[in-house]
C-alpha cells in the first residue's frame, strides 16, 4: 500500500480509531480474514501497553493528552506478516468442545487463551457459527485482529454431537500469538522487578523506521523457543506431567515435529506412558486419531500427512517412545490407520470424476482385542458411504500381519527410523508393557 496522509497520525504515532482502519486497509486481500476493532474492541486493551495483531506484539504508548496510540510501522509490519500467510480452508484442526481439562498453574495464564474463548462464546450462544453470526450484528469479533467466525466449520455428528474446526494456519497463527503474549508478560514482569521504582513497566524504545522517523516499539521478548534435543527421552508422562513448572519449561521449546511454532502440549504415548516430546498444539491435533469410538477410527486426510508427505518426521516422532521403538511398531491406533491407509490402498475402490479416478467414500478401521494379546486382535479395514455398499469390507488383518507389514515398510520408506529401532537398541526397557491409557475425548490436546 502507497504512503498516504492517515488521520490521526502524529510523529509516527497512530490513534486507535486510525489504527483500526488502517489494519483493515492493509490486510483487505490477505487470506486470513481480519476484523474491524482490532485496537478497540476486546479482547485488545490498549492499557495494559500492547495489542496482539497476528503473531506480532504492537506496543501501545499514551501520547499527549493522554490518548492512546500506537506506532504505524509497528502496524505495517504485523499486517505485512499476517499478508504472508497461506492458508488452506480444507486443512482444518478440530478446537472443540472438548471435556474440561484441569486447570494450569496460576502465574501461567495468558490473557489470550484463545481456544477458551471461542468456545466460552459459542457454548454462551448456543453453539453454531450461524447464531455467532447474529450476535450484535455489526459488532467487530477478532482474536488478534483476526475475525474467526469467518472461518469456523462446525461438524454435527449423529444430530447431537457437534464439534468446531478452524484452518490449521489460523490455529498456528493463534498459538504463536498466545505465545508471544506469554512471553511479552514475562518479560514485563522481569522488568518490573528489576526496574527502578521511577521506571514503567511497559517503557517503550525509542526506534527509526525505514523512513527515518522516530517511532516507539517494544521492549519484547527476545529469547525464541530453542530446539528440542531429547531431553524428556525415557520419562514418564503420569511422573513428569505432575512436577511443578513443567508447563513453562515445555513452552521454551520448539515444536519438535515442524519446529517452526512454539511447543505447547507435551505429547506422549498413550500405550506405553512415555514422553515424545513438546509439540505445538497444531501438531498435536494433526497426529491425534479420529477415534468414532475406543476401538473405531475415521482415516481422515491428514494422514496422507502422516505416513506419505510428512512420513519421515512423524515416524521419528512417534519411535520417542522407547516402547514402539523397541517394537518396531507404532500404538493400536496409528497402526491400523496405517494398515487402511497404505497396506490396503490397492483394495479401495473408486469412481470416475472428470479427468482421472478418485478414491471411493471414507475409510474406517476397527479393531477386537488389544495389542496386549496380538494373536486375538483383528484389524478391519471399510469404506462408509460407498455406492456398492453402505459399508463395505475392504480386509481384516492380524495384528501381527500388520506389525509385519509395518516393519518392512518402515524400512523402505525410513530406514534411519528402521535402523534406530529393534529390541536390542534399548536397554533396560521394562518387561511389561504398561496398560492402555484410554483417551479418545480430546483432553490431551491440553497439557494437564
Same mark, same amino acid.
Given at each position: 500500500?502507497s504512503?498516504?496522509?492517515?488521520?490521526?497520525?502524529?510523529?509516527?504515532l497512530?490513534?486507535?480509531?486510525?489504527?483500526?482502519?488502517?489494519?483493515?486497509?492493509?490486510?483487505?486481500d490477505?487470506a486470513?480474514?481480519?476484523?474491524?476493532?482490532?485496537?478497540?474492541?476486546?479482547?485488545?486493551?490498549?492499557?495494559?501497553?500492547?495489542?496482539?495483531?497476528?503473531?506480532?506484539?504492537?506496543?501501545?504508548?499514551?501520547?499527549?493528552?493522554g490518548?492512546w496510540?500506537?506506532?504505524?510501522?509497528?502496524?505495517?509490519?504485523?499486517?505485512?506478516?499476517?499478508?504472508?500467510?497461506?492458508?488452506?480452508?480444507?486443512?482444518l484442526?478440530?478446537?472443540?468442545?472438548?471435556?474440561e481439562?484441569?486447570?494450569?498453574?496460576?502465574?501461567?495464564?495468558?490473557?489470550?487463551?484463545?481456544?477458551?474463548?471461542?468456545?466460552g462464546e459459542?457454548?454462551?450462544?448456543?453453539?453454531?457459527?450461524?447464531?455467532?453470526?447474529?450476535?450484535?450484528?455489526?459488532?467487530?469479533?477478532?482474536?488478534?485482529?483476526?475475525?474467526?467466525?469467518?472461518?469456523?466449520?462446525e461438524?454435527?455428528?449423529d444430530?447431537?454431537?457437534?464439534?468446531?474446526?478452524?484452518?490449521r494456519?489460523?490455529v498456528?497463527?493463534?498459538d504463536?500469538?498466545?505465545?508471544?503474549?506469554?512471553?511479552?508478560?514475562?518479560?514485563?514482569?522481569?522488568?518490573?522487578?528489576?526496574?527502578?521504582?521511577?521506571?514503567?513497566?511497559?517503557?517503550?524504545?525509542?526506534?527509526?523506521?525505514?523512513?527515518?522517523?522516530?517511532?516507539?516499539?517494544p521492549?519484547?521478548?527476545?529469547?525464541?523457543p530453542?530446539?528440542?534435543?531429547?531431553?524428556?527421552?525415557?520419562?514418564l508422562y503420569?511422573t513428569?506431567?505432575?512436577? /511443578?513448572?513443567?508447563?513453562?519449561?515445555? =513452552?521454551?521449546? !520448539? $515444536?519438535?515435529?515442524? %519446529?517452526? #511454532?512454539?511447543? +505447547?502440549?507435551?505429547?506422549h504415548?498413550?500405550?506405553?506412558?512415555?514422553?515424545?516430546a513438546?509439540?505445538c498444539?497444531?501438531?498435536?491435533?494433526?497426529?491425534?486419531?479420529?477415534?468414532?469410538?475406543?476401538?473405531?477410527?475415521?482415516?481422515?486426510?491428514?494422514?496422507?500427512?502422516?505416513?506419505?508427505t510428512?512420513?519421515?518426521?512423524?515416524?521419528?516422532?512417534?519411535?520417542?517412545?522407547?516402547?514402539?521403538?523397541?517394537r518396531?511398531t507404532?500404538?493400536? /491406533?496409528?497402526?491400523?490407520?496405517?494398515? =487402511?491407509?497404505? !497396506? $490396503?490402498?490397492?483394495? %479401495?475402490? #473408486?469412481h470416475? +470424476?472428470?479427468?482421472?479416478?478418485?478414491p471411493?467414500?471414507?475409510?474406517?478401521?476397527?479393531?477386537?482385542?488389544?495389542?496386549?494379546?496380538?494373536?486375538?486382535?483383528?484389524?478391519?479395514?471399510a469404506?462408509?458411504?460407498?455406492?456398492?455398499?453402505?459399508?463395505?469390507?475392504?480386509?481384516?488383518?492380524?495384528?501381527?500381519?500388520?506389525?509385519?507389514?509395518?516393519?518392512?515398510?518402515?524400512?523402505?520408506?525410513?530406514?534411519?527410523?528402521?535402523a534406530?529401532?529393534?529390541?536390542?537398541?534399548?536397554?533396560?526397557?521394562?518387561?511389561?508393557?504398561?496398560?492402555?491409557?484410554?483417551?479418545?475425548?480430546?483432553?490431551?490436546?491440553?497439557?494437564?
Amino acid at each position: 500500500m502507497s504512503e498516504r496522509v492517515m488521520p490521526g497520525r502524529a510523529d509516527g504515532l497512530l490513534t486507535l480509531g486510525a489504527a483500526d482502519a488502517l489494519w483493515v486497509d492493509l490486510t483487505a486481500d490477505s487470506a486470513v480474514p481480519t476484523a474491524f476493532g482490532a485496537f478497540t474492541c476486546s479482547p485488545a486493551h490498549a492499557r495494559v501497553g500492547y495489542v496482539l495483531l497476528g503473531g506480532h506484539v504492537v506496543a501501545t504508548v499514551r501520547a499527549s493528552g493522554g490518548q492512546w496510540s500506537v506506532p504505524e510501522a509497528e502496524v505495517r509490519r504485523a499486517a505485512a506478516e499476517l499478508n504472508a500467510v497461506r492458508m488452506d480452508r480444507q486443512d482444518l484442526v478440530r478446537i472443540g468442545p472438548f471435556r474440561e481439562a484441569p486447570r494450569q498453574e496460576c502465574d501461567e495464564e495468558t490473557p489470550l487463551r484463545w481456544r477458551r474463548r471461542i468456545t466460552g462464546e459459542l457454548r454462551e450462544l448456543g453453539g453454531g457459527r450461524e447464531r455467532a453470526g447474529r450476535r450484535e450484528i455489526g459488532r467487530p469479533s477478532h482474536l488478534a485482529g483476526i475475525d474467526w467466525r469467518q472461518i469456523l466449520v462446525e461438524r454435527t455428528r449423529d444430530g447431537t454431537q457437534r464439534s468446531w474446526w478452524l484452518p490449521r494456519a489460523v490455529v498456528r497463527l493463534l498459538d504463536a500469538a498466545e505465545h508471544t503474549e506469554t512471553q511479552w508478560v514475562h518479560a514485563a514482569r522481569t522488568r518490573q522487578a528489576s526496574a527502578a521504582a521511577t521506571e514503567p513497566p511497559f517503557r517503550p524504545r525509542e526506534a527509526r523506521d525505514a523512513d527515518g522517523r522516530q517511532t516507539t516499539s517494544p521492549e519484547g521478548p527476545t529469547a525464541s523457543p530453542r530446539p528440542y534435543n531429547a531431553e524428556l527421552e525415557g520419562q514418564l508422562y503420569s511422573t513428569l506431567s505432575r512436577k /511443578p513448572g513443567t508447563s513453562r519449561r515445555v =513452552a521454551g521449546w !520448539a $515444536c519438535a515435529v515442524c %519446529r517452526t #511454532t512454539p511447543a +505447547a502440549v507435551l505429547d506422549h504415548c498413550h500405550e506405553h506412558g512415555y514422553v515424545r516430546a513438546p509439540v505445538c498444539q497444531s501438531c498435536n491435533t494433526q497426529e491425534r486419531p479420529d477415534h468414532l469410538y475406543s476401538n473405531d477410527i475415521r482415516v481422515a486426510n491428514r494422514y496422507t500427512r502422516l505416513f506419505d508427505t510428512g512420513a519421515d518426521d512423524w515416524l521419528r516422532h512417534w519411535h520417542r517412545c522407547p516402547g514402539c521403538r523397541a517394537r518396531t511398531t507404532l500404538p493400536l /491406533p496409528h497402526l491400523a490407520a496405517w494398515t =487402511a491407509h497404505i !497396506a $490396503c490402498r490397492s483394495l %479401495r475402490p #473408486t469412481h470416475r +470424476a472428470p479427468g482421472r479416478r478418485e478414491p471411493c467414500g471414507v475409510l474406517r478401521v476397527s479393531w477386537t482385542g488389544s495389542q496386549n494379546a496380538p494373536r486375538s486382535c483383528m484389524l478391519t479395514v471399510a469404506v462408509d458411504f460407498c455406492p456398492s455398499g453402505e459399508h463395505r469390507v475392504l480386509a481384516r488383518v492380524p495384528y501381527r500381519e500388520a506389525a509385519e507389514r509395518f516393519r518392512l515398510w518402515l524400512a523402505e520408506t525410513a530406514p534411519a527410523v528402521a535402523a534406530a529401532a529393534g529390541p536390542d537398541r534399548l536397554d533396560g526397557l521394562p518387561a511389561q508393557v504398561r496398560p492402555v491409557i484410554a483417551d479418545t475425548s480430546g483432553d490431551g490436546l491440553a497439557l494437564f
